[in-house]
C-alpha cells in the first residue's frame, strides 16, 4: 500500500513549481537578500488580504508572538492569559518576554480556550489575553472582545495554524490588537524555510514592531531598544508572493475534504471516534478526531501498520510540561485539555489528499474500531 503521509509540502511545487524557481532566480541574480522590495511588497499584499492597515514581516511566527508582546510593553510582573493546548510557542514567548502564561481550560468541540472562563483568570497583572485559533478554527472572538474591552487588556491572536480563517466574515489577525503568523512550510500559507508576519491597524504598534525587529534601531546604528535580528529573507517573501493568490484555493480545498472527511466517517459509523465540530469558517490547517480513551496510541500504530500517517497535536498539555514546573500545576488543573491531549488523532490534511486516500483513511479507521 502506498504512503499516505500526514502533509505533503512538496504538492504546491509541483503545481506552481516554475513561478516559484523564476521568484528565486530572480532574487538570486538580484543582489537584494535582506529586505528591500520583495519584502515591502508582500507585506502590503499580506496585509490587504487580511485587511490591515500594516504588515510587519520576521522571520518566524514564534518571533512575531514575541516581537508583539514586545510592542505592547509586556514583561517583568505582567500575566498573559492562553490556551493550555496549543504549539510551544504561544507559552514560550509570553516567558520569553518576561511575563508568566496563565492558562485557561479549553472547549472539547473546538479544541480553542473557553472564553466563558477568561475572566475568572484575570488579575491585577493581567495585560493581554492570547487567543490561538487552534488547527485554522477561530477562537469566539466577539465574546473575547468584549472582556478585553471591558478589563482593558491587550489582545495578541496567535494565527499561526488559521491564516485565512474568519469568525463572524472577519479575518483572524485582523480583531485583536496584534496579529501572529507563521509561514512554516506545513502551515495554510507556507514559506520554503522558517517566515513570520504581525498584523496591526495602530501605525505606532506597527512602527515600533519594525525596531524591535531590527535591533530595537529605528535608524542604522542608533539603538532605542533591546531587539533583535528577526528578518524575513527577501527569498521567502518573493516566494510567499508567489504562494499567496493560491491560499484562497487551497483553503476551499481543505474545507471541501473535511466535509467529505466528516460526511464518510459519519457513514462508517465507528464507535469510539468522534468527529470536528462543523465550522465552515475554519481553514482546516488539521483535520482532528477524537478516539475513546485509552485506544488512541494502538488506533495510531495500527494506521501506520498500514501506511497511514497520523499525527498527534498535541500529546502533552503546557501546563504540565516540565519546563513550567514553576507555575505549580497539578494533572487535574485543565481537565478537558488534559482529556483531549490523550484522545486526539489528526488525519492526513493537505489540500491536494485525494478522495482514494481518503476513502482509504475512513475504511481502514473502521477496520480497526469496528
Ligand atoms: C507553528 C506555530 C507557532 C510558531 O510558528 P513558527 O513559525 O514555527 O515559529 C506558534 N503557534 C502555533 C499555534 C503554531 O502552530
Redesign the pocket.
Given at each position: 500500500m502506498n504512503k499516505i503521509p500526514p502533509f505533503d509540502v512538496s504538492q504546491q511545487y509541483q503545481q506552481i513549481g516554475d513561478r516559484l524557481n523564476q521568484a528565486a532566480l530572480d532574487i538570486l541574480a538580484s543582489g537584494q537578500y535582506i529586505g528591500g522590495q520583495p519584502v515591502s511588497q508582500f507585506e502590503a499584499e499580506f496585509a490587504k488580504y487580511i485587511g490591515s492597515s500594516h504588515g510587519v514581516a520576521c522571520n518566524?511566527?514564534?518571533?512575531?508572538?514575541y516581537l508583539a508582546m514586545r510592542a505592547l510593553n509586556i514583561g517583568e510582573g505582567d500575566e498573559v492569559i492562553t490556551s493550555p493546548f496549543?504549539?510551544f510557542?504561544?507559552a514560550e514567548t509570553i516567558s520569553m518576554a518576561g511575563a508568566k502564561p496563565v492558562f485557561v481550560d479549553i472547549e472539547a468541540h473546538s479544541f480553542n480556550m473557553n472564553v466563558d472562563l477568561i475572566e475568572s483568570a484575570i488579575t491585577p497583572r493581567t495585560k493581554a489575553i492570547m487567543p490561538?485559533?487552534?488547527f485554522g478554527r477561530s477562537v469566539d472572538m466577539t465574546k473575547l472582545m468584549a472582556i478585553a474591552k471591558k478589563h482593558n487588556l491587550y489582545v495578541i491572536e496567535?494565527c499561526?495554524?488559521a491564516t485565512g480563517a474568519k469568525f463572524a466574515k472577519q479575518m483572524v489577525g485582523n480583531i485583536g490588537d496584534v496579529g501572529?503568523f507563521?509561514?512554516?512550510p506545513t502551515?495554510n500559507l507556507g514559506g520554503c524555510g522558517?517566515?513570520?508576519m504581525m498584523t496591526t491597524n495602530d501605525p505606532q504598534i506597527a512602527e515600533k514592531l519594525k525596531i524591535l525587529r531590527e535591533h530595537g534601531s529605528p535608524k542604522r546604528y542608533y539603538h532605542e531598544y533591546i531587539g533583535m535580528n528577526s528578518r524575513l529573507d527577501s527569498l521567502q517573501a518573493a516566494l510567499l508572493q508567489v504562494k499567496l493568490p493560491y491560499l484562497d484555493k487551497w483553503n476551499d480545498q481543505r474545507r471541501a475534504i473535511s466535509d467529505r472527511y466528516t460526511d464518510l466517517l459519519k457513514q462508517a459509523n465507528i464507535p469510539d471516534l468522534v468527529t470536528p465540530h462543523h465550522c465552515p469558517e475554519s481553514v482546516w490547517?488539521q483535520y482532528t478526531v477524537c478516539i475513546g480513551a485509552g485506544k488512541r496510541d494502538y488506533v495510531q500504530a495500527q494506521l501506520r501498520e498500514q501506511n497511514i500517517i497520523t499525527m498527534i497535536y498535541y500529546p502533552l498539555p503546557l501546563h504540565l510540561q516540565s519546563v513550567y514546573a514553576n507555575l505549580d500545576h497539578q494533572k487535574g488543573d485543565f481537565p478537558v485539555t488534559e482529556d483531549i491531549c490523550d484522545r486526539v488523532l489528526s488525519l492526513p490534511m493537505f489540500p491536494e489528499l485525494t478522495t482514494e486516500q481518503q476513502d482509504r483513511v475512513v475504511s481502514t479507521l473502521k477496520d480497526i474500531l469496528k
Open positions: 518566524s511566527g514564534t518571533d512575531a508572538l496549543t504549539f510557542s504561544s490561538v485559533h487552534l496567535d499561526a495554524q501572529c507563521s509561514f512554516y502551515k522558517d517566515g513570520g490547517n
